[in-house]
C-alpha cells in the first residue's frame, strides 16, 4: 500500500509541475501568495515562505458558507472530520484532524492555548466557540510539539478574532431563523478612535429546539427534541503608548445549556451546562531587528450534567504563560526562543476544599531559513520539564524546495507528545500518578502548485503517524501506558479561481490505521481498526458570482462506509462492531448583497437531497432544513 501512495504522490507532483506551461487565459482574480499567516512558526511569513501547507479559512468564507457553527466549519475542510457535527446542535462533537483525535489537536485563541483539564483528553469542548467574532482560522497539519508542546502532535488550529477598523466606530449585526425554531443574533462594534488606542467587542446568542440526539428504535421519532441555548461574550483593546511597544488585554465568555439523552437508542430528559471564562494579555515590543512577545492566558471551564442519577460538576483551570523572541540573525535567517509555563488544575474528588494539580515548564528554540538558492527549512526543538513525570524533549525538522516559480516541495518529520491529565494521574477512576507522556513520531511529504498564471492551487500531502505509550484505562490497575496506534493518509486538494465570478474547490483524504493493543513485552495482542473514520472522503464546493451582488454556492461530500461500537446494554454493553454505510450530502447557500454589500440577505440549506444518514451509531442526523437571516454593516 505504502508503494502505492508513494507512486500517487509522485505522479501528482508530475501533473503539477507539466501544467502549469500550458498557455491558458487569465481570470481577474488570482489566489494570494502573500497572505501573511503566523501559527507554523510564532512569525509573521507569507504562505510562499512556509515550509509546511497552512490552510486559510477567511472572514468571507464564513460568511458566504453553510455552516452552522464552528464545527461545521471544520468539518467542511479537507483532512478534517467533526463527528456529530450533523446532528442536533446540542450533541457531543469529536474532533478528528487526519485520523487523530481532538485531544492531539491544540486549539487556540488568538495564537493563545485554551484548554479544559477536567475534560476527557483535556480539549476545549467545540460548542463553545462561537463563528460571528472571527476574522480568520490557520490550521497547521502535522505535528507541532517543538514549538507548542503537549496536544499539539496531529496539528494546530488558531482562531484569529476580528480586529478593528481603521475608523472611529464600524460595526455589524445579525440575525436569522431556521428550521427547528432555531434563533441567532449577533452585534460587533470596533475603531481605531486614535492612532495608539483600537477596541472590539463582541455579542451573540443562539437557541434552538433541535431534535432528539438518540434515534428512536421503534423508527417512530416520538423521543423528546434536545435543544440548546449559546450565549457569548468577546472584548479586546489594544493600546501603544510607545511607537514600538504595544499591550493587548482581552476576554471572552460563552454559556452554553441544553439536553442530552442517556446513550444510543435512548431517551431521556438530562441536561447539561458549560461556561468557559477565557481572559488574556499580550504584550509586543519591535525593534531593529527583534521582536519580543509576552502572553498571558487563563481558561476556567464549569460543567454540570444533570440526569436521574443526580448532578455531576466539574471545574477546570487552565494558566498559560509564553514569553518568546525572534531575531532576524541574517537576511534570510530568523531565530526564535522562548520559554512557556502551564498550571492546571481541579477539584480533589475525595476532598472538595483542596485541588489536583500539575505544572510544566518548556524552554523551545526554532531557526527559519529562508530561500536559500530555493531551499528554506524550520529547525524546532523543546525540552519539556513535568511536575509528575520529569522531563522529556521533542524536535521536527520541516525542509522545503522551490523547484520553480509555481511549484514548492516539502517534507517534514518530528516527534510529538501528549502528557498525561489530571483525571489519569489522580482522578477518581483508576489514576495512576506514575503515568508517563504518549510519544509520537510522524514524516510527511508533499508538495503545493499554483497554475494557470496563480488561478489554481493544487496541494497534496502524505503522512505516517505512529503514537506510542497510549494511555488505556484497565479494570485493574487502572490508566497504564500500554498500546500504540499507527496511521497512513493522503491529503488532496484544489482550488481554482475558474472566472472573476466562478470559484471551484475539492478535496479528497484517504486514511488507514490501527490501534494495536500490547502485552507487557510489547508483542501484539489485537489489533482494531478505525472507528468513526471513513478511508475515503471527498468534498466539494462550487461558487458562483452574478450581477456583482448576488453569491450562491453548492458545497458537499461523500463520505465511505466506517466502522463503529455498539455497547449493548442488553449484552452487559460489550463493545459490538457495526457499519455505517456512506452517505452524500449537499447544502446550499445564497446571498444577495446591496447598499455597496452594507445589508446582505442570505438564505442555507443544508442537507439539500434529504439524505438518511448517520455519523455515530444509534444517534440522529438532521433532515433537510433552511436558515435564512439578514446581515447589516455600520
Request: proline content about 4%; hydrophobic content about 35%.
Amino acid at each position: 500500500m505504502s508503494k502505492i501512495i508513494i507512486s500517487f504522490l509522485a505522479g501528482a507532483i508530475f501533473f503539477a509541475s507539466d501544467l502549469h506551461a500550458q498557455p491558458l487565459s487569465t481570470p481577474a482574480d488570482t489566489l494570494f501568495l502573500d497572505d501573511i499567516v503566523v501559527t507554523g512558526t510564532k512569525i509573521p511569513l507569507s504562505l510562499r515562505e512556509t515550509t509546511r501547507p497552512v490552510m486559510i479559512i477567511g472572514r468571507r468564507q464564513i460568511e458566504r458558507g453553510s455552516s452552522r457553527d464552528f464545527s461545521q466549519l471544520l468539518h467542511q475542510q479537507s483532512g478534517m472530520r467533526v463527528n456529530n457535527s450533523q446532528g442536533t446542535p446540542s450533541g457531543n462533537q469529536s474532533l478528528f484532524m487526519q485520523g487523530a483525535g481532538g485531544e492531539y489537536t491544540l486549539i487556540l485563541i488568538d495564537g493563545k492555548p485554551v484548554r479544559d483539564p477536567s475534560g476527557v483528553g483535556g480539549a476545549i469542548d467545540l460548542r463553545l466557540l462561537p463563528l460571528h467574532n472571527i476574522e480568520q482560522v490557520e490550521v497547521l497539519k502535522g505535528n507541532q510539539s517543538a514549538l507548542y508542546g503537549s496536544d499539539a502532535l496531529a496539528g494546530v488550529i488558531n482562531i484569529i478574532t476580528q480586529k478593528p477598523q481603521n475608523e472611529n466606530a464600524a460595526g455589524m449585526g445579525s440575525l436569522s431563523y431556521g428550521a427547528y425554531n432555531t434563533f441567532s443574533s449577533s452585534v460587533s462594534v470596533n475603531g481605531s478612535p486614535h492612532e495608539r488606542f483600537s477596541y472590539n467587542f463582541h455579542a451573540n446568542r443562539e437557541s434552538s429546539d433541535g431534535i432528539s440526539a438518540a434515534a428512536d428504535p421503534t423508527g417512530e421519532g416520538n423521543f423528546e427534541r434536545d435543544g440548546f441555548t449559546h450565549q457569548s461574550f468577546y472584548g479586546s483593546v489594544k493600546i501603544q503608548p510607545a511607537d514600538r511597544f504595544s499591550i493587548s488585554p482581552g476576554f471572552s465568555y460563552s454559556d452554553y445549556d441544553g439536553d442530552y439523552d442517556a446513550d444510543a437508542f435512548m431517551d431521556a430528559p438530562n441536561t447539561f451546562g458549560i461556561t468557559m471564562f477565557n481572559p488574556s494579555v499580550q504584550s509586543r515590543f519591535e525593534g531593529d531587528s527583534f521582536t519580543l512577545n509576552s502572553n498571558y492566558s487563563y481558561t476556567k471551564t464549569d460543567r454540570i450534567f444533570s440526569s436521574e442519577f443526580g448532578d455531576d460538576e466539574y471545574e477546570g483551570r487552565f494558566h498559560n504563560f509564553d514569553h518568546f523572541l525572534s531575531y532576524e540573525l541574517l537576511e534570510n535567517v530568523t531565530v526564535l526562543g522562548g520559554v512557556e509555563y502551564q498550571h492546571r488544575s481541579m477539584p480533589d474528588f475525595e476532598d472538595v476544599e483542596s485541588r489536583l494539580t500539575d505544572s510544566s515548564i518548556s524552554p523551545y528554540a526554532t531557526a527559519i531559513l529562508r530561500d536559500i538558492a530555493g531551499f528554506s527549512t524550520e529547525l524546532g526543538y523543546r525540552l519539556n520539564s513535568h511536575s509528575e513525570y520529569g522531563r522529556n524533549s521533542s524536535f521536527n525538522i520541516s525542509p522545503a524546495y522551490q523547484m520553480s516559480e509555481n511549484l514548492k516541495i516539502f517534507a517534514a518529520f518530528g516527534t510529538g507528545f501528549k502528557a498525561p491529565t489530571l483525571n489519569e494521574l489522580f482522578g477518581p477512576f483508576g489514576p495512576n500518578p506514575d503515568l508517563d507522556p504518549e510519544t509520537s513520531r510522524e514524516y510527511r511529504l508533499g508538495f503545493e502548485s499554483y497554475l494557470l498564471n496563480q488561478t489554481l492551487k493544487i496541494s497534496g500531502n502524505l503522512f505516517n503517524r505512529k503514537i506510542d505509550d497510549l494511555i488505556v484505562y484497565t479494570f485493574d490497575p487502572g490508566y497504564i501506558n500500554r498500546d500504540r496506534e499507527k496511521t497512513t493518509g493522503i491529503d488532496l486538494s484544489a482550488n481554482w479561481l475558474a472566472t472573476s465570478s466562478i470559484t471551484l474547490g475539492a478535496f479528497y483524504n484517504y486514511l488507514s490505521g490501527e490501534t494495536l493493543t500490547l502485552n507487557d513485552s510489547g508483542s501484539v495482542l489485537e489489533s482494531d481498526g478505525l472507528i468513526r473514520k471513513p478511508k475515503h472522503n471527498a468534498g466539494f464546493k462550487l461558487s458562483f458570482h452574478f450581477l456583482e451582488n448576488i453569491i450562491v454556492q453548492l458545497d458537499g461530500e461523500v463520505v465511505g462506509d466506517r466502522k463503529d461500537l455498539f455497547f449493548d446494554p442488553e449484552n452487559n454493553f460489550m463493545p459490538e462492531e457495526v457499519t455505517l454505510d456512506s452517505y452524500v450530502l449537499m447544502n446550499l447557500f445564497v446571498e444577495y448583497s446591496l447598499l455597496n454589500e452594507k445589508v446582505s440577505v442570505y438564505g442555507k440549506v443544508r442537507n439539500l437531497l434529504n439524505s438518511d444518514f448517520t455519523e455515530v451509531y444509534g444517534f440522529n442526523t438532521m433532515g433537510v432544513h433552511a436558515q435564512g437571516g439578514v446581515r447589516v454593516r455600520f
